[in-house]
C-alpha cells in the first residue's frame, strides 16, 4: 500500500511538472460560476407562442395606428362664433330621403357649365375658412376640384395658390376651374397652380396666407368602397396606408406655418378613420404646441352644426372637429374638418 501510494505521488508530481512545459495550457477543471452561466442560458429559453410573417405584423400595426386614445395636449379651445356664408356660394340638394340624380349640367352663353355635381358635405371645410375679402389662400393638396372651385365661386379671394406634387392633378383641377371659372381670374394671376413636393416647398419659402386648407391625401373611404383602380385598401398597399398618418401630421403642420398670425387653417379628410382625424390634430397640436411652443387654437364649429344639421347627419364623438357620416336618407361624407387658428 505505501508503495502504491509513493508511485502515485511520485506520477502526481510527474504530471504537475509536465503541465508547466512551456508548450502546455495549463486549463483549470473547475470553472465555478463562469461554467454555470454558460450553462444556464439553456434555462432562460422562452418558447415561441405565436409567429407572424411581416405582412401580418403590419396589419396589426395599422389596426392600432388606426384607434385614437384621448391623451393629454395642452391646447387652446376658442368658443364659436356665427359663421358668414358668403352669398356667392349656392349649393343645392335634394330633400333627405330623395336619392334623384342632377341631370348633367350645360354651358351658357359664355361657354362655362350652371353648376358642379359633388358631395355636398364638400363646402363644409369652406365654410369652415371664414373667407373675407381680399384673402390669399393656400389650397395645400389640390386634388379635390369641388373645395378649390367654391373657394373661387365666393369671389372674396384676392389670390390663390393650388399645389400637388403631380402634373395630372393639377391639370384635371385646371380643366374643371376653366370649365366655370371666367379667364379673367386666370389672366389677372389671381389662381396659380404650381407642381412642387409640398413640404419641401413650405420648408424652403417665406410666403404666408390668411388662409390655408389642408385637404390631405387619405384612405378616402366613399372611393374605396366603389372603385378598383388606385384603391389603397388593395393588396401590397398596407405599406402606404401606415405612412399616412405621419404624413398627414407633417403636412398639418406646416399647413400651419404657412398660415398668418390671426389666420385660419382648416384641416380635412374624407374618412371615417379616428386615426387619420382627431389623433392627427392632435400629434400636430402636440407637435406645435409642446414642442415648438407655437401659439395655436382648436377652433369650436357648433355654429355650423346647428346651420345644416337638417342636412348632414354629424357625429357627435370628435374632440377636434366635425364629422359627416352619411345614413341612407343623407348620404353624404364621411368628411372631416378641423378649424385651427393661428394666435402668434
Known amino acids: ?28 477543471m473547475d470553472r465555478g460560476p463562469t461554467h ?14 405565436a409567429v407572424y410573417t411581416e405582412e401580418e405584423l403590419l396589419t396589426i400595426q395599422e389596426e392600432k395606428q388606426s384607434v385614437y386614445t384621448h391623451g393629454e395636449v395642452k391646447f387652446e379651445r376658442i368658443p364659436d362664433s356665427s359663421i358668414q356664408i358668403p352669398t356667392q356660394l349656392k349649393a343645392y340638394t335634394f330633400e333627405r330621403g330623395n336619392i334623384s340624380r342632377f341631370p348633367p349640367p350645360r354651358p351658357d352663353n359664355d361657354g362655362l357649365l350652371d353648376y358642379y ?49 403631380t402634373n395630372s392633378q393639377l391639370s384635371d383641377l385646371a380643366m374643371v ?50 372603385e378598383a383602380k388606385h384603391n389603397i385598401f388593395r393588396p401590397g398597399k398596407i405599406r402606404e396606408r401606415m405612412e399616412l398618418v405621419e404624413m398627414q ?22 374618412t ?35 346651420s345644416f344639421e337638417h342636412v348632414f347627419n354629424f357625429y357627435k364623438g370628435c374632440r377636434f372637429g366635425q364629422l359627416v357620416v352619411p345614413t341612407l336618407t343623407a348620404n353624404f361624407g364621411p368628411i372631416y374638418f378641423s378649424k385651427i387658428r393661428r394666435i402668434s
Open 36 to 49: 454555470v452561466h454558460n450553462r444556464s442560458n439553456l434555462y432562460e429559453f422562452v418558447p415561441v407562442k
Open 117 to 165: 355635381v359633388m358631395d355636398a358635405a364638400v363646402l363644409l371645410p369652406v365654410v369652415a375658412l371664414d373667407l373675407v375679402n381680399g384673402d390669399s389662400v393656400f389650397d395645400m393638396c389640390a386634388t379635390c376640384e369641388g373645395k378649390a372651385l367654391a373657394i373661387l365661386q365666393t369671389l372674396m379671394i384676392d389670390d390663390m395658390l393650388c399645389m400637388d406634387k
Open 249 to 270: 401630421k407633417q403636412l398639418l403642420c406646416a399647413g400651419i406655418k404657412k398660415c398668418r398670425p390671426g389666420g385660419t387653417v382648416v384641416y380635412s379628410t374624407s
Open 177 to 226: 376651374l376653366k370649365s366655370y371659372i371666367p379667364r379673367s381670374f386666370f389672366d389677372n394671376n389671381k389662381v396659380r397652380m404650381w407642381t412642387a413636393k409640398v413640404l419641401k416647398w413650405c420648408a424652403t419659402k417665406e410666403e404666408l396666407f390668411d388662409k390655408v386648407l389642408v385637404d390631405v391625401p387619405c384612405t378616402s373611404d366613399r372611393y374605396a368602397a366603389r
Open 272 to 306: 371615417l378613420s379616428p386615426g387619420q382625424n382627431d389623433a392627427v390634430v392632435h400629434a400636430a397640436l402636440d407637435q406645435l404646441c409642446e414642442k415648438e411652443k407655437m401659439d395655436v387654437a382648436v377652433q369650436d364649429m357648433d355654429s355650423i352644426v346647428k
Open 1 to 28: 500500500m505505501k508503495l502504491k501510494n509513493k508511485k502515485k505521488r511520485e506520477n502526481n508530481k510527474q504530471s504537475a511538472g509536465h503541465s508547466q512545459d512551456s508548450n502546455q495550457v495549463n486549463i483549470p
